[in-house]
């Protein structure tokens, strides 16, 4: 028998005087947005994998404020993700390669997002969803998640 394991993500929400930052990928022949988001590597602990991915397909380094929450999404191809969200705050932009799938850094309001969503142009709902927790308040402390410091390591 097959064990079913979901794939685990992670996503940063940033936001900063009013608009959240969205990446621009290549998705087929289209561009579609989202914010920045990938898979955890081995080895790699929640956070150390969205400082990563964020710097990775935006450029910026970021401080992680709140643990946001544990999304999870079945795409349309029947994989099911496990996104862990945080919200975070820009520090700097850096001098960084990004993805080649990326395209553009945006900064975007919620109804530019909104907008986004009724084109048909959000990579997943959960970009959306996102937001909306954003804007309504939702966050949790970050030691709600029980990681260590470091990367174990495989024997």
């Known amino acids: 028998m097959t064990r079913w394991r979901p794939n685990t993500t992670v996503a940063a929400v940033i936001e900063q005087d009013g608009r959240f930052l969205l990446v621009e990928e290549r998705q087929g022949a289209s561009t579609v947005f989202n914010q920045p988001a990938g898979h955890l590597e081995a080895g790699e602990t929640l956070i150390g ?22 999304y999870i999404n079945e795409a349309p191809n029947g994989v099911t993700y496990h996104s862990h969200s945080f919200l975070a705050t820009p520090r700097a932009v850096e001098t960084h390669t990004l993805d080649s799938v990326i395209i553009g850094v945006h900064w975007f309001t919620p109804q ?44």
Not at 49 to 70: F, K, M, N, P, Q
Not at 116 to 136: C, M, N
Not at 138 to 153: C, F, H, Q, S, W
């Open 112 to 155: 530019d997002i909104q907008t986004l969503q009724h084109q048909g142009r959000l990579r997943s709902p959960l970009v959306l969803r996102r937001i909306q927790d954003t804007l309504a308040g939702k966050r949790y402390p970050l030691d709600l998640i029980n990681e260590p410091p470091y990367a174990p390591t495989r024997g």
């Open 49 to 70: 994998a969205v400082h990563r991915e964020t710097l990775e397909e935006s450029g910026w380094s970021i401080d992680i404020d709140h643990y946001l929450g544990l």
